[in-house]
């Protein structure tokens, strides 16, 4: 049973470019949670999608940043415009679904996509 | 809004020696609280969780954490440091049962021969 995968694992993009990440969740798993962790610090959370929907986007910025979880396909991050400050390492978990009124599930990550803009 | 504070981003102690890694929490609502290990270049693997049962939580690789709420706390702790427990260790909350994560700022542990 393959764990979270991602790709790609490194990402070098020049300033105005545009970066796409994919994330392919654990099978059985519909949920997939983007996380963004600058240097030296802690994972911030992005957004939260099922399938077709997205189920949390507060920690999205406002402009630039998108992303989709298709019925067919991995999850995609989607930075337009990438700029220096987007360089970081962008996690991907999944989970199965929650039950209502239960604890959370745990989260599965993967390996990251280490982003570099120069 | 919820946080994770932990106390100190570099831990060192010595191969056998006691670990322990804080974390404190703020929450109005009863909190879910994870600690995760993240190994250089890799993504994050789930040491132990409180989910409102027992508050002593045993997890992997000896490794236990204790939720005490007086204290808003829940520090980890191992008796004897492995050279394999160097790493960076992150404390995690989600409050009233959300998915969404609140991650600390993390504690980078090293482990002296």
């Known amino acids: 049973n393959a764990g979270v995968m991602q790709n790609p694992r490194h990402l070098v993009r020049r300033r105005g470019q545009e970066a796409r990440l994919r994330c392919s969740p654990m099978k059985g798993h519909s949920h997939v949670y983007w996380y963004r962790q600058l240097p030296e610090e802690g994972l911030k959370f992005m957004v939260y999608l099922q399938k077709e929907n997205i189920i949390d986007e507060s920690g999205m910025p406002k402009e630039r940043f998108s992303a989709e979880f298709p019925k067919e396909g991995p999850s995609i991050l989607r930075i337009q415009q990438v700029v220096r400050g987007d360089s970081a390492a962008y996690f991907c978990?999944?989970?199965?679904?929650?039950?209502?009124?239960?604890?959370?599930?745990?989260?599965?990550f993967g390996p990251g996509t280490r982003l570099t803009v120069l | 809004a919820q946080s994770v504070t932990q106390l100190g981003s570099h831990v060192s102690v010595s191969e056998g020696a006691l670990v322990l890694l804080r974390c404190n929490y703020s929450?109005?609502?009863?909190?879910?609280l994870f600690w995760y290990v993240q190994y250089p270049n890799q993504g994050l693997q789930l040491l132990l969780k409180?989910?409102?049962?027992?508050?002593l939580v045993k997890g992997i690789n000896g490794f236990e954490a204790e939720f005490k709420k007086s204290e808003t706390s829940f520090h980890l702790t191992k008796p004897s440091a492995h050279m394999s427990d160097a790493a960076e260790y992150f404390c995690?909350?989600?409050?009233?049962?959300?998915?969404?994560?609140?991650f600390g700022q993390g504690t980078r542990l090293t482990i002296n021969p």
């Open positions: 929450s109005s609502v009863p909190p879910y």
């Open positions: 978990a999944s989970s199965p679904p929650k039950l209502a009124g239960g604890p959370p599930n745990e989260q599965f």
């Open positions: 409180y989910t409102s049962a027992a508050t």
């Open positions: 995690a909350v989600s409050m009233g049962g959300a998915q969404k994560l609140v």
